[in-house]
């Protein structure tokens, strides 16, 4: 007998084997993932295929900052996509205004590009700076030891550690590194080529460590006295994560002699979406028109879909009160890990960030670590796995926490519950 409906196509259905295989033979290996099939999410916590649950306090690398599954996301997504999804940078469209509006509004005046990715917001600011110093002949960008600022080939020749660049040299032009915080190799590093400084507020993939207030002082002083660009790669650090919209911010409240501090320029991406992929960059006045008509694009760059699904993450964070939030579960995050380092000294050595962006540094040497296996971060991240949560490594021996902004106090004592008994273990 003829069959009405078709066969359902054979699919995978949780199965962890079958699903690792098809990553093993169709995937490009860039990633060495760890040894978890995500199956779903709901708030601040992920379920893999096999059912077990995690307490999620990597929150997808700082990007989730509404939790999984977030019904106003869907909502939003719904609504928008049953108006028009896409349509192309060739015309106007409402929620691309007034994602804007609300990031100037946020910040200063000036104006805001749209695209897909930090990267891609990076790159932005890489071209924005040429076009700045291009009639003078000037182009170098000063960047920082352990920075990071993407995967693209200015990314990685942006990008201040060594291991991004390896095996893709020759690098572009363009670009030096000078240790962080230090604002005197900044100021020794300056050629009359320079055009332009770029930090992260806070380095994420480098290790977790704040600029300090003096620092950004310094640097925008600097960059005012040598005419360069101060632009803040604030891809990782910003969209309220530290309790303020920006980690810049953060770092300068009741500084004296900070009001009015601004940069240039701020690369934004990650927590913009709640994850939908979209990035941004905003440049001040009165830099806002030097990129015109016709200098630079990207084909998705501020679709409809992601405007307002990225409206409506801006609108539950004022409405919940989740820079409060970030703050005072951060603040207690910090405080517990501090304790946990007081207590447990051999096995965290550190601990760093502000706001719901915390790292903390593993000490040297904990025996129970297999010298001859991974990095002891992701050993460490491993037992987290099978404790109950997740987190993300942030080189060798820094762990990552950037849980979702709307993290509760319970879940964020569960956390510290799950870290302290990996620790506890290590130690004993
Ligand atoms: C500070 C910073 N800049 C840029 C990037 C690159 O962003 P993306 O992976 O979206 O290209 C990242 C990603 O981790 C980042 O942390």
């Excluded at 307490?55 to 989730?64: M, R, T």
Aim: aromatic share 8%; with cysteine.
């Amino acid at each position: 007998m003829r069959q009405i409906a078709p066969e359902p196509p054979a699919i995978v259905r949780n199965d962890v084997a079958a699903i690792q295989e098809l990553y093993q033979k169709h995937v490009v290996p860039t990633y060495a993932r760890f040894d978890v099939v995500v199956s779903h999410g709901a708030g601040s916590y992920v379920h893999d295929v096999k059912g077990k649950r995690y307490l999620d306090l990597g929150g997808g690398i700082a990007v989730c900052c509404l939790g999984h599954a977030s019904p106003e996301i869907t909502e939003a997504l719904v609504e928008q996509s049953r108006k028009i999804v896409h349509i192309s940078n060739l015309y106007y469209t409402e929620p691309q205004g007034r994602l804007a509006k609300a990031i100037v509004t946020a910040l200063a005046p000036g104006k805001v590009f749209f695209c897909n990715s930090g990267a891609e917001a990076d790159e932005g600011l890489f071209k924005l700076t040429r076009k700045f110093g291009h009639d003078e002949g000037r182009f170098e960008i000063i960047t920082t030891v352990n920075s990071f600022h993407g995967r693209t080939l200015a990314g990685i020749s942006a990008t201040g550690q060594e291991k991004v660049k390896k095996g893709f040299e020759p690098m572009v032009q363009g670009f030096r590194h000078v240790p962080y915080n230090d604002l005197d190799a900044m100021r020794e590093a300056i050629s009359p080529a320079t055009a332009a400084i770029l930090i992260e507020g806070i380095q994420g993939e480098g290790g977790v460590t704040p600029a300090t207030a003096e620092y950004l002082l310094g640097l925008r002083k600097l960059c005012d006295e040598k005419k360069l660009l101060l632009l803040i790669d604030a891809v990782q650090c910003g969209h309220f994560r530290t309790g303020r919209f920006q980690s810049f911010q953060r770092i300068l409240e009741n500084v004296s002699g900070a009001d009015g501090f601004l940069p240039d320029g701020i690369a934004m991406a990650k927590s913009l979406g709640g994850g939908f992929p979209m990035g941004a960059f905003w440049v001040r006045e009165p830099y806002q028109d030097l990129l015109g008509a016709g200098t630079h694009g990207t084909t998705f760059g501020g679709t409809p879909l992601a405007c307002a699904v990225a409206l409506k993450v801006i609108e539950v964070i004022h409405r919940d009160k989740l820079a409060d939030n970030a703050r005072t579960v951060g603040e207690f995050l910090k405080t517990e890990l501090e304790r946990l380092a007081v207590k447990y000294p051999n096995v965290i050595k550190t601990v760093r960030g502000m706001g719901l962006l915390i790292g903390f540094e593993l000490a040297s040497g904990i025996p129970a670590f297999n010298a001859s296996e991974r990095a002891p971060s992701l050993q460490f991240v491993n037992r987290l796995h099978e404790a109950g949560a997740l987190a993300v490594p942030a080189g060798n021996h820094v762990l990552r926490l950037l849980p979702p902004l709307n993290l509760s106090r319970r879940e964020a004592e569960e956390g510290v519950e799950i870290i302290a008994s990996v620790v506890a273990k290590l130690a004993a």
